[in-house]
């Protein structure tokens, strides 16, 4: 993953938020405009309110299961690898 946009979640979780919202909602409009040729302020309000919710969520339950599993035994191979 990309440690800087960790980052970013860790320390400014409402702007990390605030820019998934914001480009949930420009791709939304695109697709609609591309689509449909109209834009659909009531359909738009609730796709991206789905999909922030559920990318937020699916992001702190993933960054908390990576932070538990730290001993290694989750499959990651590369916790004893050590360059020297």
């Known amino acids: 993953m990309n440690m ?4 970013i979640a860790v320390e400014r979780p409402v702007l990390a938020t605030v820019v998934v ?3 949930a909602t420009v ?4 697709v609609q405009l ?3 040729g109209a834009v659909a302020p009531a359909e738009t ?3 991206v309110l789905i999909f922030t919710l559920v990318y937020v969520a699916g992001s702190r339950y993933l ?7 730290d001993d290694g035994a ?8 050590t360059v020297e």
């Open 63 to 69: 960054r908390e299961r990576t932070d538990g599993s």
């Open 34 to 36: 591309a689509l449909d």
């Open 74 to 81: 989750a499959g990651d191979d590369t916790a004893g690898d």
């Open 21 to 23: 919202a914001a480009v």
């Open 4 to 7: 800087e946009s960790d980052d």
């Open 27 to 30: 791709a939304y409009l695109g």
């Open 45 to 47: 309000a609730s796709f």
